[in-house]
């Protein structure tokens, strides 16, 4: 939520709690929801799902993969052969393309 202004979180938290107090809504569970949709878009914002990412340092590649309908990375570790998922919307330094065709 970063892109928003300054203290406007705060006020639509506490507009939405004042508009339903019957409900036990609360202007921290409101910046909870806008936190986890903040987040959900984050992880959305990534690499395109199927980008294929290589780390010539470690040799381990990642896909980008849907997996239970959130975007993430599948790395699999060239040293063990496991797999792991990364929620990040990007591997960050030290990874580069790889062509998939």
């Not at 799902?49 to 990375?73: F, L, Y």
Request: glycine letters at 8%.
């Amino acid at each position: 939520m970063a892109d928003l202004p300054e203290g406007l979180v705060a006020q639509i938290a506490a507009n939405v709690a004042e508009t339903y107090p019957d409900a036990g809504v609360t202007p921290e569970i409101v910046t909870a929801v806008l936190d986890q949709v903040s987040a959900a878009q984050e992880l959305a914002a990534g690499a395109p799902i199927d980008t294929v990412m290589v780390n010539p340092a470690t040799g381990d590649m990642a896909k980008r993969v849907e997996r239970n309908g959130i975007p993430q990375w599948r790395i699999t570790r060239a040293e063990t052969g496991s797999i792991d998922f990364d929620w990040s919307p990007d591997l960050g330094d030290g990874w580069v393309s790889m062509p998939t065709s």
